[in-house]
C-alpha cells in the first residue's frame, strides 16, 4: 500500500471489555509507534517497536495497554478491561530509520477511534 | 519531564493574510522541530521541519524559525489559503538512538474566503 494503514477506523465497545487496534505499515519501515491522541490535544507517545522488539514502551499509561510486532511488520495494540478514558484515536506511525542522529520522517496512518461506552 | 507548549490554541485569519503559531520546548537536549499539519478524520503530516544547527527555513508560503537560546520556535504561513484550514503541531524530538516525538497541544486554524 501507499501509507500506513489502520484498522478498524472506528471501535465501540463496552466498558471492561478487550479490544484490539492494528497498524499496517509502509513496506520497508523498520521502525513503527503508537500515538494516543485525544479530543482537542496532540498525540501522546505510547510505544515504540524497532523490528519485533518494543525499544520504549515508557508511554503505555498501565498494565492493561500491551502491543506487539511479532514478525517485524504489522503491529497490534491490545487493550485489556477497557475504560471510558481509554477513548481516544490511537494513531500509527512509521519510518525507516537510519543511523543514530538522523531524523527519519514518521508518516502517519488515520487512526481508530476508540469510544468506551 | 519533556514538554511543548504552542499557541494560540485557535486562529482565524482572512485569507491573503498571515498566520503565526508559536511553540516553546522545555527539554534542552531537543535538536530537531517538525511541524505537523491534520485535517479531519486523518493522521498528521509533516509540512516542515528543522534542526537545531539552522536558524530559519523556508518553503515556498511556510517558515519556520527557531531560537535555540529561548526554546522557542515558530511557524509562519504566508498568503494564507482555505486550504491551509487543519489543525496544526509543532513538535521537539531528539535525535540520538531514535525518534520520540513530543508534540504540541495544536492550533486550529481556520482561514476565512
Known amino acids: 500500500g501507499a501509507g500506513v494503514s489502520q484498522t478498524p477506523s472506528n471501535k465501540v465497545t463496552e466498558k471492561g471489555k478487550y479490544v484490539e487496534l492494528r497498524c499496517d505499515p509502509i513496506?520497508?519501515?523498520?521502525?513503527l509507534y503508537w500515538y494516543r491522541q485525544s479530543l482537542g490535544q496532540g498525540p501522546e507517545f505510547l510505544i515504540y517497536f524497532q523490528g519485533t522488539g518494543a525499544a520504549d514502551d515508557s508511554g503505555l499509561p498501565n498494565d492493561r495497554f500491551f502491543a506487539v510486532r511479532p514478525e517485524g511488520s504489522v503491529s497490534t495494540l491490545k487493550i485489556q478491561r477497557t475504560e471510558r478514558g481509554d477513548s481516544a484515536v490511537y494513531l500509527c506511525?512509521?519510518?525507516?530509520?537510519?543511523?543514530?542522529?538522523?531524523?527519519?520522517?514518521?508518516?502517519f496512518g488515520p487512526g481508530t477511534r476508540l469510544t468506551v461506552l | 519531564g519533556e514538554n511543548v507548549e504552542q499557541h494560540p490554541s485557535t486562529l482565524s485569519v482572512q485569507e491573503g493574510d498571515s498566520a503565526v503559531i508559536k511553540c516553546t520546548y522545555s527539554?534542552?537536549?531537543?535538536?530537531?522541530f517538525p511541524w505537523y499539519k491534520q485535517e479531519l478524520g486523518k493522521g498528521p503530516q509533516l509540512i516542515i521541519d528543522i534542526r537545531s544547527n539552522v536558524g530559519e527555513k523556508k518553503d515556498q508560503r511556510i517558515a519556520v524559525t527557531l531560537n535555540k537560546t529561548a526554546k522557542h520556535f515558530s511557524l509562519h504561513i504566508t498568503e494564507t489559503q482555505p486550504e491551509d484550514s487543519a489543525v496544526y503541531f509543532c513538535?521537539?524530538?531528539?535525535?540520538?538512538?531514535?525518534?520520540?516525538?513530543?508534540f504540541g497541544p495544536g492550533t486550529s486554524l481556520s482561514v476565512i474566503p
Open positions: 513538535a521537539a524530538s531528539r535525535t540520538t538512538s531514535y525518534d520520540k516525538v513530543i
Open positions: 513496506s520497508g519501515h523498520t521502525a
Open positions: 506511525a512509521s519510518s525507516f530509520s537510519l543511523a543514530a542522529n538522523s531524523y527519519n520522517e514518521q508518516f
Open positions: 527539554d534542552s537536549a531537543s535538536n530537531y
